[in-house]
């Protein structure tokens, strides 16, 4: 994968949203900052991969930042906000769970 491939932030997004459904967590930290640092007009999907994924290891200040700056591009997003959102209606009810699970314990609000 080229780094100067404009679509290299989506294909960092879906590794990262595939290492954290398999627990790989300090990975798809990885894989989502790797996504972030793409320029790219709307950076929320690494974030929120990003986020969950602290929030199971870690929590803490780190993962606070991480909703911080989610909820800066999604002012007032909570985890219910989260579930309504288009692209998880295709989610298995699993796989919805374990995100907002990592979301929640990053300290993204329930309402």
Do not use: C
């Amino acid at each position: 994968m080229s780094p100067r491939d404009p679509a290299a932030w989506s294909y960092q997004t879906l590794r990262a949203s595939s290492l954290y459904q398999l627990g790989r967590y300090a990975e798809a930290i990885a894989a989502a900052q790797d996504a972030t640092r793409t320029p790219l007009a709307d950076g929320v999907w690494p974030l929120v991969h990003w986020a969950a994924s602290e929030g199971q290891l870690h929590g803490g200040n780190e993962a606070a930042s991480v909703v911080e700056q989610l909820r800066r591009k999604r002012p007032g997003l909570t985890t219910a906000a989260f579930r309504s959102w288009p692209h998880n209606e295709s989610r298995s009810a699993g796989s919805l769970e374990r995100i907002v699970d990592g979301l929640r314990k990053a300290g993204l609000p329930d309402e």
